[in-house]
């Protein structure tokens, strides 16, 4: 038999104990940390669950045009990190807070529960959240420690629903775990939401949680300036593009005039001819032209296949002048350029960066391949064509380029074709730069440092076996003749090259037409070691 005395005194001990016990856990609690239980009735959240469930269905439904719904990333999903989320007033990506995107604002439901924690003074008037993001927890699903962004406001309200779920807080190698109850509302503040880390622990069941927040001034105001950026921009892209549709009305009016007076004084001028297209030579040998001499298959073409990579390492960037030449006959928007022999493309933003379009070609696949990615920014195009056999009609470009071709031609013959291949191509008109190496290497001119005896050389390339630049790969595409240098740790390939005295080029191309009055010289020059 106890007494009441006894139960009475028993009780108390109880009591004490255990509220001894509580107060000795939430003195480990971070600073700032504030747990509110039965903020909202059972019947209150199964109708907010309800609710909830039905937006998640609507704006799931919406996809990417609604971006107040994010799914779980596949990556995430494998190993059940992450949550569905809806976002209402503000949105937040990564953990950083997009104020740009126009997302929905928080509907009644949640409207109501923000009353409900400005009524119970869990938050004040001046703290009322804007936002909110609804976090729907499947078991197994858990969140990494993170600081909450510091675009929002502190601080900020998390309300548990569905089932009691564990969080923890970490910082400086110490940690406390939570029970959060269902309808309870944790408020974070001070060192809590700056200082110590908080991570949802893998769910045992379903839960919902509502984190109410509010976002600075600071990111307020940088979304209306971003805004009233994005919305300048907009309208001056829209103003560009409306003067570039006008330029190229002009332009096509330009340009059939041109052509027009063109029909008209071409016809004055050839009466007496049975054609008004520029006669080159007649090469009617198309298998001689076909045909590639064993010396430029061995000491050209398979020496740029296996040089590619490093080739492109130190030749990036257009000679100053070939340059100038590109970007004044690519000034002109929608003119049509050939790049012939483009090598690694190195020619392609001059080119192209005034609106020009371009077309390259060259016989070295692997620099074509770099080509092709270096310049996939701008309309220059690339295939795979022989200089002495193009693949285009006749007259259907507005200038040619044809750099440092030339003196990899092994035959008489075969510089004629090449430059004749590219007169053809070229409009009545048209403009064409042909530049090839020069015999005279001058001191402070030329940055070869070589010294031709002869007009037909072998010129040694050393292809480092090191370095960045340096790839196993590179060893299928050797030629036979390849050598090893132990001393510079190098491959020595040998390069054919023809090289050219002064007037050679003059001389070449009058051979290459049937008559000095169908075309015109502009310049001569020697540059960078070529004519």
């Not at 000034?331 to 192209?352: H, M, R, T, W, Y």
């Not at 510089?415 to 190496?437: D, H, M, Q, S």
Request: glycine share 4%.
């Amino acid at each position: 038999h106890i007494s009441d005395t006894t139960r009475l005194v028993v009780g108390t001990a109880l009591v004490v104990g255990a509220f001894a016990v509580w107060i000795r856990r939430r003195k480990r609690w971070p600073k700032g940390l504030h747990l509110f239980e039965n903020v909202l009735t059972q019947t209150e959240a199964e109708e907010l669950i309800n609710s909830l469930e039905m937006h998640a269905q609507r704006l799931e439904k919406a996809g990417r045009k609604n971006r107040s719904y994010s799914r779980i990333p596949p990556a995430f999903a494998e190993r059940s990190q992450s949550r569905i989320m809806l976002q209402f007033g503000a949105y937040a990506n990564a953990n950083r807070v997009q104020a740009t995107e126009r997302i929905e604002q928080m509907p009644k439901e949640l409207q109501q529960v923000a009353d409900v924690l400005v009524k119970r003074n869990i938050l004040s008037q001046d703290q009322r959240p804007d936002s909110c993001c609804v976090n729907m927890y499947e078991p197994q699903n858990w969140l990494p420690a993170h600081i909450d962004s510091l675009a929002f406001n502190r601080p900020f309200v998390t309300v548990s629903l569905g089932s009691e779920q564990n969080v923890s807080f970490e910082s400086d190698y110490k940690s406390v775990t939570l029970a959060l109850p269902v309808c309870s509302a944790l408020r974070v503040d001070g060192e809590a939401a700056n200082v110590w880390r908080h991570a949802v622990l893998p769910a045992t069941a379903r839960r919902i949680s509502l984190t109410f927040r509010q976002l600075s001034q600071g990111a307020i105001n940088q979304a209306d300036a971003t805004r009233r950026d994005t919305l300048l921009r907009r309208e001056a892209k829209a103003a560009a593009k409306r003067a570039e549709r006008a330029l190229k009305r002009k332009f096509k009016a330009e340009q059939k005039k041109i052509m027009q007076q063109q029909v008209t004084n071409t016809n004055s001028s050839i009466k007496n001819r049975s054609s008004r297209s520029t006669p080159l030579i007649d090469h009617n040998n198309q298998e001689k032209r076909r045909s590639v001499p064993n010396i430029e298959s061995e000491h050209v073409w398979k020496v740029y296949e296996a040089i590619a990579p490093m080739w492109h390492g130190t030749r990036y960037k257009a000679w100053p002048k070939v340059a100038e030449f590109a970007q004044s006959v690519g000034s002109i928007e929608g003119s049509i350029v050939c790049d012939v022999g483009c090598g690694n493309g190195k020619n392609a933003f001059p080119l192209c960066q005034g609106g020009a379009v371009a077309l390259a070609c060259d016989i070295s696949l692997r620099l074509l391949e770099i080509a092709k990615r270096e310049a996939s920014s701008v309309y220059y195009d690339c295939m795979a064509a022989d200089a002495v056999y193009l693949p285009f009609r006749d007259e259907c470009f507005d200038a040619c380029l044809n750099i440092a071709v030339l003196h990899h031609m092994s035959t008489p013959t075969r510089r004629i074709f090449l430059v004749a291949e590219t007169l053809r191509i070229l409009k009545p008109g048209g403009r064409c730069l042909f530049y090839a190496w020069a015999r005279d290497q001058r001191e402070n001119e030329a940055r070869s440092g070589h010294r031709f005896a002869a007009p037909d050389v072998l010129v040694p390339f050393h292809l480092r076996q090191h370095g960045n630049d340096w790839d196993d790969s590179n060893l299928k595409y050797l030629p036979e003749h390849a050598e090893r240098d132990d001393a510079k740790n190098a491959l020595v390939l040998q390069r054919y090259c023809h090289v050219y005295d002064e007037g050679d080029l003059q001389e070449l191309v009058l051979q290459a037409v049937p008559s000095p009055d169908h075309i015109r010289f502009d310049e001569a020059y020697y540059d960078q070691g070529n004519w």
